[in-house]
């Protein structure tokens, strides 16, 4: 129990062009989905904390324009980076949890993550 | 002072030895904490999580925590080389999550 699917794993695409990535809780209903971002050999950097039908919550620092989160049901929440430059190459990962009881009660749940290369 | 030190390493230990990892922390209100694993190029697996203080063994792990220290452990024993990864670990006060910057481990074969 307690999956989160995360897709696609690797993606490759042109600079300019828009990626959208999903996160997807398999067998639990997610109330909150949180979005990280990792650079080689670096400890997660949380970008934004995604609600269940309400906007995200940014970090500071974090482009709300560039990286649009979509949190439209309790099983998904989307990521997309807009006009995505070199820079913005990276390893995505999600994670999903549920405030409450149960296995999935007050811990994340990760996915496998998505390595991002923009050429 | 940050939320959740831990110690980034790297640590590396022969085969079969007894690994001990650890977290240190300031907020008395967390609750559950937790032990990830993190493969390269992977998200981070979790391993163990416990409530409140005490101990749990899973197989090769344990899960120490220690409220009135602050502090929390993993040990694992019988390392193997696939138990080489970075070790994050992460606690709770409600709906805040705090994790640790990771430890790497590598075991020699």
């Known amino acids: 129990g307690a999956v989160v699917s995360q897709h696609p794993s690797w993606v490759i695409c042109k600079s300019g062009t828009s990626v959208k990535i999903e996160c997807r809780s398999l067998d639990f209903q997610a109330t909150t989905m949180f979005w990280y971002r990792q650079f080689p050999k670096q400890s997660l950097m949380l970008m934004a904390t995604s609600n269940e039908g309400s906007k995200a919550t940014y970090e500071q620092g974090v482009e709300k324009d560039k990286f649009l989160i979509n949190h439209a049901s309790l099983t998904l929440s989307t990521l997309t980076v807009t006009s995505a430059h070199p820079e913005d190459s990276s390893f995505y990962i999600c994670?999903?949890?549920?405030?409450?009881?149960?296995?999935?009660?007050?811990?994340?749940?990760f996915g496998a993550g998505t390595r991002l290369s923009v050429l | 002072q940050k939320e959740v030190e831990q110690d980034p390493g790297p640590l590396s230990v022969p085969e079969g030895a007894i690994v001990s990892l650890n977290c240190t922390y300031s907020n008395s209100a967390f609750q559950y904490f937790m032990w990830y694993r993190q493969y390269s190029r992977k998200g981070p697996e979790l391993l163990m999580y416990t409530y409140s203080s005490g101990n749990k063994e899973d197989g090769r792990f344990t899960a120490q925590v220690d409220k009135s220290s602050k502090y929390i452990s993993l040990f694992i024993r019988d390392s193997q080389p696939s138990d080489s990864a970075t070790y994050l670990c992460a606690m709770t006060s409600g709906n805040q999550f705090y994790f640790g910057t990771g430890t790497s481990l590598t075991v020699i074969p």
């Open positions: 994670s999903a949890y549920q405030l409450g009881t149960g296995r999935a009660g007050n811990i994340q749940y």
